[in-house]
C-alpha cells in the first residue's frame, strides 16, 4: 500500500493464479452465472446419454451375438407382419411360425423338451373375483409353445422366461410384445446353436397367448407340470412403444440384485411403486407368476410413448433394431447369470434357510449402465440414521454461532420470507396451471417438456421478485447475513419432512400403499443437508466480534442493479464487502476498525457444487423419466389428466429448489433468461396444437349390433376424451356424407365420451353371411325354470351358443328376474355353477352329474367331471363367464345352475343372460366378387382420418354382437 494513499502498491497485487481463482470461485454474479450454465449443460448432457437408446446402448459385435440379434431380428419382422390378435387367424400364423422355430432350434438336442398346449391337457377355468359383489369366471382353451432346457443340476429351481405372442386387434404388436417373445427365441438360439450351452439351472420358456384380455396365456401355464419346478421368472412386456427396456418392478431384493450385472442395465422402482400404488393401470404377466404362481422375478418391458401403444403405430417401420437388442442381451445376461450358477436364493428352498433381506421389496435405480439396488429394510434404517446423524452434527454448530460466539443475528424476517415466497409463488404457478388447461387442456401430450421448463422458469422468476421485494421493504440491510445458507437450511428442513414421512411409510411397506421409489428424497436431504454443515462449519470459525451492519449485500442486492460492492477478479485490489460462511481475514482495506473488513468468499463455490448439479440432475433424469412414461396418458382420462398435470407441477418446483439458495445472486443475463424463457413458453403454450404426427390422438373403435333391437343395424362407436376434435374427425368420413347420418356423441364418466354414428359398411367374415343374426344364434337345450312354480332346489339352463368363425364370447348373468323386470328381487348373485363342455363332450346336462346338477356334489372352485366337462362353483354368486376357445368351428356348449326366486309377489324364475361375441380378424376375405375388407368401417376410418389420430381397440376385438335370452 502506498503511504498516504488508498491506491495498491504494485507488490499488493495478487499474482495470475490468485486473480484466476478469485475469477474462477468468487462469488460474483458472472462466476454463479457459469456455474449455473454449466450444472444445466451437465443435467442435460447426462440424462440425455442415460436415456437415449441410440448412444447408451451398442450393438454387438461378438460373432455369435450378432448372429443370434439377427435371428432375433427376423423373427420379429415376420410375427409383425399382421395384425395377430387372439381372435385372428393370424394369430395361428403368428403360433405355428413359433412351433416351427422352436423345433428347428432344438432339434438333436437332448436335454431340451417342447411341450404345446394344443394337445388339449392345459385348458382351464378359473375365476376372478374383483370385489365381493363381482366375480368372473373364464374358460380359456390355452395353445402356449412350452420349451424346458434341462440343467444339469436338476435339484436346482428352475428359472422361467416368459412373454406373449398375441396383440390387440388395432396393433401388429412389435413391442407389445413381439420384441419379447423376439427376445426368448433369441435365448432359445443362444443355448441351443451351442454346443457347450447347457446350462446348470433348467430353464423354461413360455411363448404364451392370450395375455391382452385376461392374462389367460400365463394363468393357463401355472397348471402346466412343468410350472412346479420354477421358482424365479423373467417377463418380458411392453405397455409403450419403443425406446428402452426398463426393469418396471421386481418381486423382491433377492432377485433383483442379480439385473445389476447385465450389460445395460436400465430401471427405477419409481416406476414399481406407481404400479404397486395401482397408479399406472396397465398389467402384464408378472402378476400372474407372483400373486397367483407365488414365484420371484422380473419384470421388464417398454414403457414409452402411450398415443401408439395398442395401435397400427407399433409396426416395424417405428422401432430399432437396438431396442430389440437392449431387451435381448438384458434377457441373455439374466438368464446366464441365474442359471450358471447355485444362488443364495436356492438356500431357501434346498436347505429351507432364509437369506437375509431377500424378501424385501427392493428400491432401485440405474445411471449410465451402472444398477443400484437396496433392500427397503435397509433404506429405512439408513433414514433412520440419516435422520438423528445429522441434527446431531448441526446441533452444536447452531450452539456456537447463536449462543457462544453471537456472530449470525437472524431476524425473523430472514428466517420467514423464504418459505413465504414458495407459498407465493406456488399460488402463482398453480394459477398458470389453471390457465393452461382452461385454454389448452390437452397440451402435455405435446407439449410437457415446454410446461415444465416453462412451469420451472416461472417459478424461479417468482421467487426472485418476491424474495427481493422483501430485501427491498428491508432497505437491503443486513446484520452478518447468509442469505444462501438459510435457504439451503430450510430447503433441507423441507427434505427432512418427506424423509420422515417416507420412512415412517417404509417400516410397513406393502401392495397398495408401496414407497420403494421414494429413495432418492435420502440423496435430496443428504447434499443440502452437507452444504448447510459446511456453511455453519464457517460462521463458528468466525470471530466474534461487533457485527457490521452492510448497506447493500451482495447476496441481497436486486439483480437487475449495477450499484453495490462486487466481488474481484478484476485487476487490481478487488473489493468484498458482506460476510461469508468461511472467511478469510485479510489486512483491512481502510486503516481502522470502524471500517469495514473484506472477506474473500469461495464456500459458495462449495456449497454450489455440492448441491445443484447432483440435485437438478437426480430430480430431472427422475422426472422426465417419469414424464416420459406418463404424459401421452392425458387423453385416458380425467384421473390421468390431473394426475399429470400435478406431477407436470411437482417436477416444475422440484428441479427448482436446488437453484433457489442462489437465486439472490444470479445476474441479469439469466434473469432475462427468464423472462424469455417465460413469455416464449406462454406463447408456445397458447399456440401449440395438443395432437399432431408425431403426438396423435389416440381414439378406440368397436362397431356393435345389437340384435335385440329391431332392424339389427350396425353402429360404429369410437371413444375418446371430451373437448378433444372427435366429431369434426368422423363426420368427415365418406360413408357418414353418403348416408346424412349425424355423429351422436354422449359424454361418460371421468372426462370421456363416446360418439356414435349408424355405420352401412357390415362387416365380412364369413363368406355367405350378410345377415347379422347369422353370426349369433342361441339354442337353448334345456330350461328347468319355465312355469310359475317356486322349486326349492337349484335351477338348471343348458344352451349352444353358434357363432362362425368367433373365438371370443362374454355372458352376463343379470340379477333382474326377467329382461323385463326394472329390478332385481335376488338379494345377491343368483348363479352359482358354470358348465363348459368339452368339445368332445355329445351328452346333455343329465348325463353329467346326477339329480340334475346336485350343487352339494360339485366342490367349490375349479373340476373337472370323468367326461371332461369344466365346472366352477362359487356360492357367492358369478356375475360373467368369459369364453375363449380356439376352434373355428365348434359351438360353445354351457349350462348355469342359478338359485329360484324366493320372493312371494315374483312371477317368474328365469334368468336373464345377455351375450355379446366379439370378432377381431382384420385378414381380408376373398369371395367370388374379389377380396374385400373384414371390417370396412375400421378400414374406412384408417383410410380417411387425418394424420393426427391413431386408432386402437376398444374391447377384445372389433365388432361386437350382442343377444339375450331367458332361461
Known amino acids: 500500500m502506498v503511504p498516504g494513499s488508498k491506491l495498491p502498491c504494485k507488490s499488493d497485487t495478487p499474482n495470475i493464479f490468485i486473480r484466476f481463482i478469485r475469477t474462477v470461485f468468487g462469488y460474483r454474479k458472472t462466476t454463479l452465472t457459469l456455474f449455473v450454465v454449466l450444472s444445466l449443460v451437465f443435467t442435460f448432457l447426462f440424462s440425455w446419454y442415460d436415456n437415449n437408446l441410440d448412444y447408451s446402448v451398442a450393438l454387438p459385435t461378438d460373432p455369435k451375438e450378432k448372429l443370434v440379434l439377427d435371428e432375433a431380428w427376423f423373427d420379429l419382422q415376420k410375427i409383425a407382419k399382421y395384425e395377430h390378435t387372439y381372435g385372428s387367424t393370424s394369430n395361428d400364423y403368428v403360433h405355428d411360425y413359433l412351433q416351427s422355430q422352436i423345433l428347428s432350434a432344438i432339434k438333436g438336442k437332448a436335454y431340451i423338451e417342447y411341450d404345446n398346449d394344443l394337445n388339449g391337457t392345459n385348458s382351464i377355468l378359473f375365476s376372478t373375483r374383483s370385489s365381493p359383489e363381482y366375480s368372473s369366471v373364464s374358460y380359456y382353451e390355452s395353445n402356449n409353445l412350452i420349451v424346458r432346457i434341462n440343467g444339469s443340476d436338476s435339484t436346482l429351481p428352475a428359472l422361467l422366461l416368459s412373454a406373449h405372442y398375441d396383440a390387440v386387434p388395432s396393433s401388429f404388436g412389435v413391442t407389445d410384445d413381439g420384441m419379447g417373445i423376439a427376445s426368448l427365441l433369441g435365448v432359445l438360439y443362444h443355448y441351443s446353436e451351442n454346443t457347450t450351452a447347457q446350462p446348470k439351472r433348467t430353464i423354461i420358456f413360455n411363448f404364451n397367448n392370450n395375455e391382452e384380455f385376461g392374462l389367460y396365456g400365463a394363468t393357463s401355464f401355472l397348471s402346466h407340470p412343468w410350472f412346479e419346478q420354477i421358482k424365479y421368472f423373467l417377463n418380458l412386456e ?261 424423509l420422515i414421512w417416507s420412512t415412517i411409510k417404509l417400516a410397513d411397506n406393502k401392495i397398495g400403499d408401496d414407497h420403494s421409489g421414494e429413495f432418492p428424497f435420502l440423496f435430496l436431504y443428504l447434499l443440502q443437508a452437507v452444504a448447510s454443515i459446511f456453511g455453519f462449519i464457517g460462521w463458528s470459525l468466525k470471530s466474534s466480534k461487533k457485527p457490521t451492519i452492510v448497506e447493500v449485500s451482495e447476496e441481497s442486492q436486486p439483480l437487475l442493479s449495477d450499484q453495490g460492492v462486487s466481488y474481484g477478479s478484476e485487476e487490481g485490489e478487488p473489493r468484498f464487502s458482506g460476510s461469508s460462511s468461511l472467511s478469510f481475514d485479510e489486512e483491512d482495506l481502510f486503516a481502522g476498525h470502524e471500517k469495514l473488513k473484506k472477506f474473500f468468499s469461495y464456500d459458495w463455490s462449495i456449497q454450489f457444487l455440492i448441491v445443484v448439479p447432483l440435485s437438478s440432475l437426480l430430480i430431472y433424469n427422475s422426472g422426465f423419466l417419469i414424464i416420459d412414461g406418463i404424459h401421452k396418458s392425458i387423453q385416458e382420462s380425467l384421473a390421468s389428466e390431473f394426475l399429470i398435470y400435478k406431477f407436470i407441477l411437482v417436477f416444475s418446483v422440484a428441479w427448482s429448489l436446488p437453484f433457489l439458495p442462489f437465486v439472490f445472486k444470479l445476474n441479469r443475463i439469466i434473469v432475462l433468461g427468464l423472462l424469455t424463457i417465460v413469455a416464449s413458453g406462454v406463447f408456445l403454450a397458447a399456440i401449440t396444437e395438443p395432437f399432431d404426427q408425431l403426438n396423435p390422438l389416440k381414439v378406440r373403435f368397436i362397431q356393435t349390433v345389437d340384435l335385440n333391437l329391431s332392424g339389427s343395424d350396425s353402429f360404429v362407436n369410437v371413444y375418446g376424451r371430451v373437448g378433444t376434435p372427435l366429431s369434426d374427425v368422423l363426420s368427415d368420413v365418406p360413408s357418414l356424407k353418403e348416408s346424412n347420418d349425424s355423429v351422436n356423441c354422449t359424454a361418460l364418466t371421468d372426462g370421456n365420451q363416446v360418439c356414435s354414428y349408424k355405420s352401412s359398411l357390415p362387416p365380412h367374415f364369413v363368406e355367405g353371411i350378410s345377415d347379422f343374426n347369422d353370426y349369433l344364434q342361441i339354442d337353448v337345450l334345456k330350461n328347468s325354470s319355465s312355469g310359475t312354480d317356486h322349486p326349492f332346489g337349484f335351477l338348471v339352463g343348458e344352451f349352444k351358443i353358434k357363432a362362425p368363425k368367433n373365438r371370443m364370447c362374454v355372458l352376463n348373468f343379470k340379477n333382474a328376474i326377467t329382461s323385463n323386470s326394472e329390478g332385481s328381487n335376488y338379494k345377491d348373485v343368483p348363479v352359482k355353477t358354470v358348465i363348459v363342455y368339452d368339445d368332445k363332450t355329445k351328452s346333455n346336462l343329465s348325463n353329467v352329474l346326477p339329480q340334475e346338477l346336485n350343487i352339494e356334489a360339485i366342490p367349490e372352485g375349479y373340476s373337472r367331471d370323468e367326461k371332461g366337462n369344466y365346472i366352477f362353483k362359487d356360492l357367492n354368486g358369478i356375475n360373467e363367464l368369459q369364453l375363449n376357445k380356439l376352434s373355428w368351428t365348434k359351438d360353445y356348449h354351457v349350462a348355469v345352475q342359478w338359485v329360484p326366486n324366493l320372493v312371494e309377489d315374483a312371477t317368474s324364475n328365469k334368468l336373464a343372460v345377455s351375450i355379446n361375441c366379439f370378432w377381431a380378424d382384420l385378414a381380408p376375405l376373398a369371395t367370388e366378387d374379389g377380396v374385400i375388407a373384414a371390417i370396412p368401417a375400421y378400414d374406412e376410418l384408417l383410410h380417411y382420418s387425418p394424420n393426427y389420430v391413431s386408432w386402437a381397440n376398444r374391447d377384445r376385438g372389433l365388432v361386437s354382437i350382442s343377444k339375450s335370452i331367458e332361461i
Open 238 to 498: 411392453g405397455t409403450g412403444a419403443g425406446g428402452k427396456a426398463i426393469l418396471f418392478r421386481a418381486t423382491d431384493y433377492g432377485i433383483v440384485k442379480f439385473f445389476k450385472d447385465v450389460r445395460y442395465p436400465y430401471g427405477t422402482s419409481i416406476f414399481q411403486e406407481g404400479f404397486n400404488n395401482h397408479l399406472i393401470h396397465s398389467e402384464t404377466d408378472y402378476k400372474v407368476y407372483k400373486e397367483k404362481g407365488s414365484i420371484r422375478g422380473l419384470d421388464l418391458a417398454f414403457y414409452k410413448p402411450r398415443d401408439i401403444y395398442h395401435t397400427g403405430g407399433d409396426n416395424i417401420k417405428n422401432i430399432n433394431i437396438k431396442a430389440l437388442w437392449h431387451m435381448l442381451a438384458n434377457s441373455l445376461d439374466f438368464t446366464d447369470i441365474v442359471s450358471s450358477q447355485q444362488i443364495d436364493l436356492d438356500d431357501e428352498y434346498l436347505k429351507h434357510e432364509t437369506a437375509n433381506y431377500s424378501h424385501d421389496v427392493a428400491a432401485y435405480s440405474s445411471f449410465l449402465n451402472y444398477f443400484f439396488a437396496f433392500p427397503v429394510s435397509q433404506v429405512f434404517i439408513v433414514n433412520v440414521a440419516t435422520l438423528l446423524i445429522v441434527p446431531i452434527i448441526e446441533i452444536p454448530f447452531l450452539l456456537i454461532i447463536f449462543s457462544y460466539k453471537k456472530v449470525w443475528k437472524v431476524s425473523f424476517l430472514n428466517v420467514i420470507k423464504f418459505p413465504l415466497s414458495v407459498v407465493l409463488s406456488l399460488v402463482a404457478l398453480h394459477e398458470v396451471v389453471r390457465k393452461t388447461v382452461e385454454y389448452n387442456e390437452f397440451l402435455p401430450n405435446s407439449g410437457a417438456g415446454l410446461l415444465v421448463v416453462t412451469y420451472s422458469a416461472i417459478f424461479l422468476l417468482s421467487n426472485y421478485i418476491v424474495l427481493n421485494l422483501f430485501n427491498a421493504l428491508n432497505g437491503y440491510k443486513v446484520i452478518n447475513h447468509d442469505e444462501k445458507l438459510i435457504v439451503l437450511f430450510e430447503i433441507s428442513i423441507l427434505y427432512k419432512i418427506i
